[in-house]
């Protein structure tokens, strides 16, 4: 039944949709979401008349900058067995100069992302998907052309790490200016920087040091994310995310009387059909076929 299919350690647990799950039309404004797929797929549509179907280890990078809706669905593509949906969204702030560019999105396709593959000193491996950033010189996709991720110097960093059962790695150190965090989501135990923590832990590190793991008996996955903080004030409310109160205040108000474009679909819970494969189709008519 909706809503009583959720996995209880899952970090957060909530969506719309009365017969597909997922979350039917909505706006934002001022920020970016990159929507990670780790199981299952995410049908998309937007204000713009773009669209797709993106899971199994895709990565969608969408600007909303000066407003844009979307509807995000989890289609039930498997008739007569589950449909099991795992993603991260992290959501993107932009520099105030850069709050009302045109909206954007842009696919990331698993087969494009790169994984470096390494081993410790006994042999033991592990795997770093680079969805933004770089790490041993192996560069990400470029993302969103007017992300705060698009300029090197930000150093931002998204970083999915599995590590092998009783694994060692040390993260290098980057600039002072940057934040780091990672999260351990998936495992049992790990020593990070000499203390030892347990999985559901999100941990902020100083991103000037060298930062030895030591990984468990159980392999353990990790996010990692860093960048240059933008240093402007922050004020967020609902889908809106703006330096100040009356911006935010203006976007409720542009949101009424436009809707931010409209919505040129049928439904407010668009869906592309259970046996559509993975594409994208962008506003400009271009298209991409994956499957």
């Known amino acids: 039944r909706l809503g009583n299919d959720f996995v209880p350690q899952d970090g957060w647990r909530m969506y719309h949709g009365m017969k597909i799950p997922g979350f039917p039309v909505h706006p934002h404004r001022g920020f970016e979401t990159v929507t ?87 042999g033991r491996s592990m795997e770093i998907i680079i969805v933004a950033g770089s790490v041993n010189g192996q560069k990400a996709v470029p993302p969103a052309p007017d992300s705060w991720a698009a300029k090197a110097e930000n150093e931002v960093a998204i970083w999915l790490i599995k590590m092998q059962a009783n694994s060692k790695w040390e993260l290098p150190a980057v600039s002072g200016q940057a934040s780091r965090s990672l999260y351990f989501h998936k495992g049992s135990e790990m020593t990070v920087s000499g203390e030892k923590i347990s999985s559901y832990k999100a941990i902020d590190l100083r991103a000037s040091q060298n930062v030895p793991i030591e990984n468990g008996p159980d392999e353990s996955h990790i996010l990692l994310l860093q960048g240059r903080p933008i240093d402007e004030p922050v004020v967020q409310y609902g889908p809106f995310v703006m330096n100040t109160q009356s911006e935010i205040q203006q976007a409720m108000d542009d949101y009424r009387k436009t809707q931010f474009g409209g919505w040129p679909w049928s439904s407010p819970d668009q869906v592309h059909g259970r046996n559509r494969g993975r594409f994208a189709r962008y506003a400009d008519g271009k298209e991409e076929l994956k499957d």
Not at 46 to 59: I, K, N, T, W
Not at 85 to 99: G, V
Request: with cysteine; hydrophobic share 40%.
């Open 36 to 122: 990670i797929v780790l199981k299952g797929l995410v049908d998309h549509s937007d204000s713009m008349g773009a669209c797709g179907r993106y899971g199994h280890g895709d990565v969608q990078w969408m600007t909303a900058g000066a407003g844009m809706q979307h509807a995000e669905m989890f289609p039930l593509v498997n008739a007569e067995r589950v449909n099991p949906l795992e993603l991260f969204q992290i959501w993107l702030n932009l520099p105030a100069e850069d709050k009302f560019v045109r909206p954007h999105y842009k696919m990331l396709w698993k087969e494009d992302i790169p994984t470096l593959n390494l081993r410790d000193e006994n």
